[in-house]
């Protein structure tokens, strides 16, 4: 038994004892969330059309939080239940020669095909004093360091701690550590590393300690202010600063989201050695257009201004990722969420050397007599990605469509269409993608 779980168990045993106390049960509350979705891939230069998916499967997503027991000292615990089911499809079995593109709705069976349900879950016990709240047991942080990705069937989950702290105002206070991760699509609970970690003599280059802490400062109603660092250890080192801004200028706001990261190796992947055991980050694109191994040297930067008038809103935006490798983060490689403006549907724009220009523009219904629609569409072009024998480039187009009922017996009932198309001469193929959501939550309690 890990540290992490036996001081679980411990916090369990202390909640048991005080779950009747008032607070604990009359500030409860729990959520059946309903998640139809269908995935199709279509990859355009593969051989056979390996790597393309169609998928369907229905999602159901349990959460439980509870209040807190009365006192100096709070106690409480919350609970998330996940199921997935396949209705069709799901991926091609490896009998056929063609291979599923991995991560997307369900985790594979022996025999390559996709498994007919999954399910995951945890428990977090939690423990308040005053405005500050630690946590122990299944996390889904959302900071700039680290990001739990939900998008697919079912959302990823993280086990570790966290501490958060409003004891000051206008100032939040975070720090925690994660131990192991249980990824969108997939049952099993695994070590944490980075895109270009490698299996080597059997072994995967992972790690079970990854810090963050940090801290959001708001200096205006208006105006916040940010600093971050993680470290996955044997793996990077990561310092993030950020400052977004809301300025009224006539009729509208203008939002600014400014951000940079700064980010170097730690401990075995500082060494030539280190990397050998396949602690590696991913560098330039080789001659033989295969993406080299490296150490972490990254220093990404951002803007992103967004203007909203009325029912529209447009954004224009700047990234550069510059150094000898591309921007770290927690990645498994089946479906991981970076803080980056250029996050989009299919691609992320941060290979090593990348500049991605962003434009963006969505528009609200309601204004027109049609409450609950919008719509969005995402351009995004990026260049200069370091490789031998010339840089590389890419684009990305997306568009979004999003309906949610507003009134009756089904008021919260939510459609999504989102497709997109990448293009480029990088090593990925070009994908064009589309994926279709029914959702609905249900209170419990």
Sequence with gaps: MNKSTLALAVALGVI????????????????????????????????NNNGEASEWGQGFIFNYTSGFTEGTVGFGLDAVGLLGVKLDSGGSNTKTGRDRTPGQLFPLDTD??????????GLTAKVRLS??????????????????NDGRLLPQLFEGGQITSAEIDNLLLTAGQLEHTT?????DSIGLR???ASVVNGQQADSNKFYYGGADYKITKDLLAQYYYGNL???????FLGLTHNWSIGPGVLKSDLRYFHSDSDGKNGSVAGRAEGYRAQGE????????ATEVDNQTWSALFTYTLGAHALSGGYQQVSGDSAFPFLNQGDGSTAYLITDRQIGKFLS????????????????VGAPGLKAIITYLSGDNIDAVGGDRKEWERDFRLDYTLQNGALKGLGFSWRNASLRGNTTANDQDENRLIVSYTLPLL
């Design 194 to 196: 980075i895109a270009g």
């Design 285 to 292: 694109i080789s001659a033989a257009n295969t993406i080299t």
């Design 16 to 47: 048991a004892q005080q779950a009747t106390a008032a607070g604990f049960i009359e500030d409860s509350k729990a959520t059946l969330g309903l998640r139809n979705f269908y995935y199709d891939l279509n990859t355009k230069n593969t051989a």
């Design 183 to 187: 990824t969108r699509a997939s049952s």
């Design 112 to 121: 390559g095909s996709a498994e007919d349900e999954f399910s995951k879950g």
């Design 233 to 239: 250890e044997d793996f990077y080192k990561q310092h």
């Design 352 to 367: 090593a050397g990348e500049r991605t220009w962003l434009a963006e523009y969505a528009y609200d219904f309601t204004s």
């Design 131 to 148: 405005k500050t709240e630690a946590r122990l047991g299944t996390l889904q942080p959302k900071l700039p360091v680290v990001n739990f």
